[in-house]
Structure formats: C-alpha cells, structure tokens
C-alpha cells in the first residue's frame, strides 16, 4: 500500500481519538458520561443509530453476499420501518418518560428485581460475546490487506476505541458516530462510481445492469412461502420485524441513543430517520455488490479471492487446485465474450443461455476449489467477505484505497464504541449501583462507569485475539444475536400482558433460552435427510443447513416467553 494511503488511514483513526476524547468536556457526570445530559439533537442520535448497525461486517459482508448470491438479503429489513413506527408508540414513550439509565430499568417497576436483572445479564453475555468477535471480523480482513499481523491489528482497534470510548462518553460516540457515517457514505459512494467507471466502453451502466439481472443478480423479493429460506418477503415482514424490533427497542446498545433525546418527539425522529433510509442504504450496498459481479466479468480476477497465505495444499491437492484455476481461466474468457455478444443481441435466447451456462460452470469451480480447500483446513472456508477487500488493493487509485479502508475502519469503531459504553451503563446501573447498600458520590460513579469500559475494552480485545482465527466469523455473531434478541423481546411484551406477572416472565424468559437453543440445534443435510441435533455454534460444515433459520428465532423466542409466562404468571413466587 503505498504512503498517501497510510497517512490517509492513519490521520483518520488519530483525528477519531482526538475528535472522540474532545466530548469528556460534557462528561463530567454520570449522565453526561452515558446519555449526554439527555440534549443532544435527534439527526444526530438518528445518524448514531444507524452507524451503530452498519457495522464493517455489513460494509464488506453485504457486498460480497450480492455478489455470490443476490440481492434478495435487503428483505431481511422489510419488517423494519413498521418496526419503527410500532416502537415510537410503545417503548420509546416509556423509556422517555421513566427517565431511565438503562432499558431493563423500566421492567423493576412491573416484574421486580429479578426480572431486571436477568434481562440485562442477557444483554451483557450476547453483546459482550458479540463485541470480541465483532471486533476480530474487521481486524481479520484489515490485517490480511494492510499486511499487519493480526494482534496488532486488534489491539490497534481495541485500545483506541476503549480509549475515546471512556474519556467521551456517549457524547464522544455519537460525535464520532456522525462523521464515521459520513465516510462510510462517500467511501460507498465513491467505490460504486468508480466501478462504474472501470467498465469496457462498449458496457454502459444499463448494460451493466441488465448483465446482471441475466445472472439473477438483481432478484430482490422471493414471495414464496418456506420457513427453511433464509430471505423471501415473509422472513423479512415478519421474523423481520420481530429481529427489528427486538434490536431497536430492547438492545441497549440502541436504547441508549434514544434516552440522550432532548424530547420525545425527537426521540422518535431519530428512529424514524432511521426506519426510512437504513433499506435505501442497504439496497445501494447490494447493488454495489452486484455492479461488482459485472466487473469482474470482464476484469481478471483469482478462482477464489481468500488470500493465497491462507491456502494450504498439499501435493496433490495443490495439483488439482492449478487445474481447476487454469479451466477456469478459459472459463472466465468465454463468459466475457458471450457477456459482450449477448450485449450486442440482447433479443438473442440462444446467447443468454450460453452466458448463463457459462456463468454456471464458472461457478461449479469455485464451489470445487473451496471443498479442495475446507478438505484440506478441516473447516468452513468461504472467500464472500474478501471479495471488496480485494477490488479494494486491486483497483482503487492511491489515495482513495486509504479512504475506503478508513471507511471499513469507520464502520468497525461506530459499533465497537457503542457497544462498550452500552456494556459499561448496564454493569454499573443494572448491578453495581442498584445492588450496593452503600451510597457513593456521583464522581465515584463516574470513574466506576470509566473502569467499567476499560474492563469491557480489555476483554473485547482478549476475546478478539482468541477468536481472530475463526472462519466463520459472520455465522457466529448472527447466531449469538438470535438466541437472546427474542426471549428478551418477549419479556417486554408482556408489560402489555396484564395477566404477566414477575415470576412468570423471569421463569417464561429462562425456559425461553433454552428453547431457543435446542430449535437453533436442529440441523439436517442441505440435500435433505434424517434431522440431527448439533450445537448450533459447532456447525462448520456447508454440508448441513438449520431448519430453522436464524432469522425465525427472534419471535419464536418471543412467542415461547409469553407462552411460559403466561403459565408461570398463575403460580405465586416463591
């Protein structure tokens, strides 16, 4: 890489720490540390909110999945506008007006004490699992293109983050949050035009797109109904909706955002910013990927993107992998010219057939030269998350290659930062200060708060290094979500349950958890076959799929908490 692009990323992440440590002037308390005083403007918590979710994983994985499947992952979000709208009505009132610390504070008043505290353990065990591997995924890739060793890498992101994380607070993260954002924007922007630009001459951009649309790139909504299809519209609507839900309203990492509103009516404004222009933004990243497909049609490019220091072959197989790379180099030359043929005839079936097929074969290689691979590591290889890292190194002039990776960089501190101060609020207001007898003055809060975020920065960065090598990174971390994001959804629903009681959603959210763990433990052959148990974080083969994917988790965890609560409420507590 050449020097512009390190100063770039380099001024970058030092102006990040100086612009996020510049807000401990608001910090002086604990509620200027973690709600900002409740005055800050809603564009800013609406941005922050967004920010917050558009981690790096969705920058890079996102692209790559348009690129190796379609465009049919943007359904996933369909249920979240209505998500928005039902939690500017319901939650977002209540969190208001309870003037809270933290969203498991306002179920002590309905459920007790153990039923706080329960909830909130869940945020801390899912979010705090999340944060390290969350934080491996980004340093993982950023490692392999800037050619850094990996524990660098993390620590480099750790330790800054921690850093502005506890001298500015809240108000340092959504400061920061706001111009990461804004990056994250022209680095897609910019990276999507450039594409555009890089394409033959004889290609315009129509043509690009009905290119893509040929290969079924651009295939957005899938009406029919299967609860073992990851994406159609009925995932999206409803299991959507719930996850949506579920993450925007109960997540405290969210909830946050919404308790620094200088109103209600801003409060709601920031979520309903967020509802409305979180799909257009996730549709454009997709058809980045898509766009990307097409370049690569008539651009060179490797069988597989995965870094060739992290291919090991032996002999023989290393044999057979140069063969499937030199059929699929004559491959790649033949797709070209039936894309640009068909291009020139575009009423022509026979063309089209013979560009599909072609599409076809050169996939069928790929899928070989990734078994050769996962034969060889005993595990789960996929190259999706390499794909825009490798357009990236390849084709960006000096200058804006360090811009994107700042981009890339921006996306991974806007979530990492968030999380640890929500991580931070939870232990000290859920625990330590409501379970202390003893009073302290409102600056030992303050520092406790601070060592709080030390403490979570300090694991998340230990965690990444333990988890740094894993694969399927991506996989894990939506897993994690789901087995918590439902059970806990449901406890606040019950608050609309009059016959809920405290023994009946404490009980119906631990009987929940583990139903939600044995229904994610279903597994059965991609082919069909007889149905296994597995625990579901074990599963590394591409061999075996979950009935029930993870998206349908959140309200069937949901679902399963109202139904034991419902039979628990009628028991007195012991």
């Known amino acids: 890489m050449h020097t512009i692009d390190w100063l770039v990323l380099a001024?970058?992440?030092?102006?990040?720490?100086?612009?996020?440590?510049?807000?401990?002037?608001?910090?002086?308390?604990?509620?200027?540390?973690?709600?900002?005083?409740?005055?800050?403007?809603?564009?800013?918590?609406?941005?922050?909110?967004?920010?917050?979710?558009?981690?790096?994983?969705?920058?890079?994985?996102?692209?790559?999945?348009?690129?190796?499947?379609?465009?049919?992952?943007?359904?996933?979000?369909?249920g979240l506008p209505l998500a928005m709208i039902v939690l500017s009505l319901t939650l977002i009132p209540l969190y208001y007006y309870s003037k809270a610390y933290t969203a498991y504070e306002v179920l002590e008043e309905r459920f007790g004490l153990r039923v706080r505290l329960?909830?909130?353990?869940?945020?801390?065990?899912?979010?705090?699992?999340?944060?390290?591997?969350?934080?491996?995924?980004?340093?993982?890739?950023?490692?392999?293109?800037?050619?850094?060793?990996?524990?660098?890498?993390?620590?480099?992101?750790?330790?800054?983050?921690?850093?502005?994380?506890?001298?500015?607070?809240?108000?340092?993260?959504?400061?920061?949050?706001?111009?990461?954002?804004?990056?994250?924007?022209?680095?897609?922007?910019?990276?999507?035009?450039?594409?555009i630009k890089k394409l033959p001459e004889s290609v315009s951009f129509s043509e690009a797109l009905h290119l893509?649309?040929?290969?079924?790139?651009?295939?957005?909504?899938?009406?029919?109904?299967?609860?073992?299809?990851?994406?159609?519209?009925?995932?999206?609507?409803?299991?959507?909706?719930?996850?949506?839900?579920?993450?925007?309203?109960?997540?405290?990492?969210?909830?946050?955002?919404?308790?620094?509103?200088?109103?209600?009516?801003?409060?709601?404004?920031?979520?309903?910013?967020?509802?409305?222009?979180?799909?257009?933004?996730?549709?454009?990243?997709?058809?980045?990927?898509?766009?990307?497909?097409?370049?690569y049609i008539f651009q060179d490019r490797p069988l597989l993107f995965i870094p060739a220091e992290t291919k090991i072959y032996t002999n023989e197989c290393l044999a057979k992998s140069r063969e499937l790379e030199s059929n699929f180099a004559i491959t790649h030359q033949k797709r070209e010219e039936a894309a640009l043929n068909w291009l020139k005839d575009r009423d022509n079936e026979n063309q089209r057939e013979q560009l599909i097929a072609l599409d076809k074969e050169a996939q069928i290689l790929r899928h070989k030269e990734i078994s050769l691979l996962e034969s060889q590591s005993e595990s789960s290889r996929n190259d999706t998350n390499y794909v825009f890292p490798y357009f990236i190194i390849t084709e960006l002039p000096v200058g804006f290659i360090g811009l994107i990776l700042a981009a890339i960089l921006a996306a991974a501190l806007s979530s990492i930062d968030s999380m640890l101060n929500s991580l931070a609020a939870a232990s000290v207001m859920d625990w330590y200060k409501r379970l202390e007898k003893k009073t302290r003055k409102e600056e030992e809060y303050l520092w406790l708060t601070r060592k709080a975020t030390i403490g979570w920065g300090l694991f998340a960065t230990f965690s990444a290094l333990a988890f740094g090598q894993t694969e399927s990174i991506i996989e894990v971390i939506n897993q994690i979500s789901s087995y918590f994001f439902g059970p806990i959804l449901g406890v606040f629903l019950l608050l609309w349950i009059p016959r809920a009681n405290g023994n009946g959603a404490f009980w119906g959210l631990i009987f929940s958890i583990f139903g939600v763990l044995l229904i994610g433990s279903l597994f059965e052959p991609c082919g069909g076959g007889e149905m296994f148990f597995q625990f579901p974080l074990g599963n590394s083969s591409l061999e075996y799929q979950a009935v029930v994917p993870y998206l349908w988790l959140n309200p069937i965890g949901a679902g399963l908490v109202i139904l034991f609560s419902l039979i628990f409420s009628g028991k007195k507590n012991p």
């Open 11 to 78: 001024g970058f992440f030092v102006y990040t720490l100086w612009d996020g440590i510049k807000a401990h002037r608001k910090s002086k308390d604990v509620e200027g540390l973690l709600l900002g005083n409740r005055n800050l403007a809603w564009w800013a918590i609406g941005i922050s909110v967004m920010a917050t979710q558009a981690s790096a994983i969705t920058f890079i994985g996102t692209t790559g999945q348009a690129f190796m499947h379609d465009m049919r992952f943007i359904q996933v979000y369909l």
């Open 212 to 295: 893509a649309g040929a290969l079924g790139k651009l295939e957005t909504i899938d009406l029919s109904f299967d609860l073992r299809e990851k994406y159609n519209i009925w995932s999206g609507l409803i299991a959507g909706f719930f996850l949506m839900f579920a993450y925007f309203g109960t997540d405290h990492a969210q909830v946050q955002r919404y308790l620094t509103a200088r109103s209600l009516s801003d409060a709601r404004g920031s979520i309903i910013m967020s509802a409305f222009a979180k799909i257009p933004m996730q549709f454009f990243i997709l058809l980045l990927g898509a766009c990307l497909y097409v370049f």
């Open 118 to 195: 329960s909830t909130s353990l869940m945020f801390l065990l899912s979010r705090g699992a999340a944060l390290g591997i969350g934080m491996a995924a980004p340093a993982y890739v950023l490692s392999l293109i800037l050619d850094l060793p990996l524990w660098l890498t993390i620590m480099v992101i750790g330790i800054g983050t921690t850093f502005y994380t506890m001298f500015g607070g809240i108000n340092g993260v959504i400061r920061t949050d706001v111009k990461q954002m804004l990056l994250v924007v022209v680095g897609l922007i910019f990276a999507f035009f450039w594409i």
